[in-house]
């Protein structure tokens, strides 16, 4: 079985920072493309950064230049470093990730979403 657990969330004042991680466990063959989403209150959930196996980043034009994300593959880990946080930015934010799983039998693979974490960022 295999799950998702992101943490860091909280309150902030606008241009503050947080740090956010997404721990990938269970019985894990391979990770793929992972990345974060968020929904804030009344809208619709979208795409914040993502990042392939390799490294490779993108990201909404919302947060360019103020939002990193990284991974850490040992760990199956990804993170998300936000800084010069917006009031615009609270939401919550949830880890989605494409996993290889093995269940002793066979392997196969499917899009694992965390809880998700709650960021606000105060004005």
């Known amino acids: 079985q295999v799950q998702l657990v992101e943490s860091g969330g909280g309150l902030v004042q606008a241009g503050g920072s947080l740090r956010l991680s997404c721990a990938a466990s269970g019985s894990i063959f391979s990770i793929n493309a992972m990345g974060w989403h968020r929904q804030a209150p009344g809208k619709q959930r979208e795409l914040v950064a993502a990042i392939t196996s390799g490294g490779t980043t993108n990201y909404a034009d919302s947060v360019k230049g103020r939002f990193t994300v990284s991974r850490d593959n040992a760990k199956n880990t990804m993170y998300l470093q936000m800084n010069s946080l917006k009031p615009e930015d609270t939401a919550v934010y949830y880890c989605?990730?494409?996993?290889?799983?093995?269940?002793?039998?066979?392997?196969?693979?499917?899009?694992?979403w965390g809880q998700g974490t709650q960021v606000t960022v105060s004005s």
């Open positions: 989605n990730a494409k996993i290889t799983y093995s269940t002793g039998s066979y392997v196969s693979a499917r899009d694992y």
